[in-house]
Every structure is written in structure tokens, then in C-alpha cells.
């Protein structure tokens, strides 16, 4: 689009050069103020009990405890930090530890099960299921026949800007060093929720993306190594922290188009950022990838 060469875009997040975290995108308060810092310490101490406590029972109870307030209080600091229940965050967790167990190991999806704190054994298949599409046994065949995909195969170019009929916008990484991400927006304040609309792409630069429906949404984005395959992203264990990016503003789209390119500045990874799913997405835009090279595979004879 005219003018967009001109833009100037924030290579770097708004955190990453204060020694106090600065002001947090994701919080959005200033963590130089008592008050904010003591939330974020609660929280942080909460989802750091939630991981190391993770095949057993868990109670509201116990994770306050452990962020030092009543479970009353609790449940109202933990979701102004991260925009979720401490249930949901808990059940992300949970749903991420067995994605990475079905992947990198043999057990059993009963032994799965009982390794994330399930009692039920229908609980979980039901619940891993509304998050991936897919239930345990399935989701293993499936990255077993599709994981090998690198994610940089899954980045297309894209519409020119010109001819572009969606949103516009760019991820940034730290220094400009290109690598790719998954970029998905959200519709506000649902991050635990499936992405309306989801893409891999490049950073540091313009693309554009399919038309969404008109409303406002968050774009939030992962960054993904240069040699990481679908598999390797679905199986990273909890608690190991990439980069991650929120927008710095919702994204309004009317008419299909967002009036002002957005854009989402990756940062260090915090533990008590919202679990964000992209699974069901991920392995439908490999799917697609395979189907793409079946049918423009020529008949051999």
C-alpha cells in the first residue's frame, strides 16, 4: 500500500532494555510501582507451583498459597496479569506437558493421563480434544506423519501490499534479525481460545494477511527457530521461554482491512504469559502444505 514504505516500525519490545521490565504489554502497568510488582511476583510464585506440582491434584487453595493471598484475591490478581483463570492456565499447562509426552515418548495415553494430574481418563481425552481438534492417540499418528515439516516451509509471500484484501502488519524481532513466527489474532482478551485467523510468516517486514471478519482483535505471535519443524514446536516442554509478542493495540478491521498497519514486537518469554494454543492451526496449515505438494505432484506414467 502507498506510504507504508515510510513506516517506521519499534524493532524491539517495550522490555527489554529496563532492568524492572519496564512497562509490561501484556500487564499493562509499569513494574517500578510496589503494587504491580507485588502482583507479578504472586503470580509468577503461582505458575511456577502449578509446573513444578503438575501430576497432582491441584487445588485453587494451594496455588494462592503458594502466590502468598486468599483465593479470592488471588483469582482476581492472577487474571488482570494474565487475562485467564488460574484454571485455564492450569489446564494449558497440563494440555501442553501431554502433547509433548505423546510426542517424545511411549506411554500409553492412560499413562499420559495420570502424568498431568488426570483422575479421568475421559476428562482428558475430552479436553485435549477441544483444544487440539484431535484426541491423544490421533494427535500422535498425525505429527508422526506430518511433524517432520519444517515451519519455514509452512511461510507463504503472500498477496502483493497493493492488492491486499485483509489486514496488513509486521512482527518485529530483537535487532532486526529476520527468523519466522506464528501469528495468530485473537479475538480481545481470549488468548486461551482458538485464533480466528492464523499464519506463518517472516519478520521484520510487510505482509499481508486473509480477510478476517470485521471486530476487533489482538494479534499475538511465537517466534520459531529457523531449523524447527512442526513437531519440535508441538513438543517444547513447559517452561522453557522463546519469544512471544502482543500488539501493541487491538487490531479494528472494518471492511475486511484494519485501517493502520499493526504491529507485534517479539520479547523474552514470561512464565505467567497467557498460554496461547496454536495447535488445531499449526497442524492444519501443515496439512494444507501436504495437500498443496500431492496435488501439484505430476501422475508418474
Excluded at 103 to 113: G, N, Q
Aim: proline content about 8%; glycine content about 8%.
Amino acid at each position: 500500500m502507498k506510504g507504508h514504505s515510510s513506516i517506521q516500525w519499534r524493532t524491539e519490545a517495550n522490555c527489554l532494555k529496563c532492568d524492572k521490565i519496564g512497562l509490561c504489554s501484556t500487564v499493562g502497568r509499569c513494574l517500578a510501582e510496589s503494587t504491580g510488582a507485588a502482583r507479578i511476583t504472586s503470580v509468577a510464585k503461582a505458575v511456577d507451583y502449578m509446573i513444578e506440582h503438575l501430576p497432582e491434584p491441584i487445588q485453587l487453595s494451594d496455588v494462592a498459597r503458594a502466590g502468598t493471598l486468599s483465593p479470592f484475591h488471588f483469582h482476581r490478581v492472577f487474571r488482570d496479569v494474565t487475562t485467564t483463570t488460574p484454571a485455564r492456565f492450569l489446564t494449558s499447562l497440563r494440555m501442553a506437558e501431554a502433547r509433548r509426552l505423546l510426542l517424545v515418548t511411549p506411554k500409553t495415553v492412560t499413562d499420559v493421563c495420570t502424568s498431568i494430574g488426570y483422575s479421568s481418563l475421559g476428562t482428558f481425552i475430552s479436553q485435549f480434544g477441544k483444544l487440539t481438534g484431535l484426541s491423544p492417540r490421533r494427535f500422535r499418528c498425525v505429527v508422526e506423519q506430518i511433524g517432520h515439516i519444517p515451519v519455514e516451509e509452512l511461510v507463504e509471500a503472500g498477496p502483493e501490499l497493493a492488492a491486499a484484501s485483509g489486514p496488513i502488519g509486521a512482527v518485529t524481532g530483537l535487532h532486526g534479525e529476520p527468523c519466522n513466527a506464528l501469528l495468530g489474532l485473537f479475538r480481545l482478551n481470549r488468548p486461551q481460545e482458538l485464533p480466528t485467523m492464523f499464519h506463518a510468516i517472516a519478520t521484520n517486514r510487510l505482509v499481508a494477511l486473509p480477510p478476517v471478519a470485521d471486530g476487533d482483535y489482538e494479534p499475538i505471535a511465537v517466534a520459531v527457530g529457523p531449523s524447527a519443524t512442526v513437531r519440535d514446536v508441538l513438543a517444547t516442554p513447559i517452561g522453557v521461554l522463546g519469544r512471544i509478542g502482543f500488539g501493541y493495540s487491538p487490531v479494528t478491521v472494518t471492511g475486511g482491512r484494519c485501517r493502520h498497519p499493526f504491529q507485534v514486537a517479539l520479547r523474552r518469554q514470561r512464565r505467567f504469559d497467557p498460554p496461547v494454543e496454536f495447535t488445531r492451526p499449526l497442524l492444519s496449515l501443515a496439512r494444507r502444505r501436504v495437500l498443496r505438494i500431492s496435488h501439484s505432484t505430476p501422475a508418474i506414467g
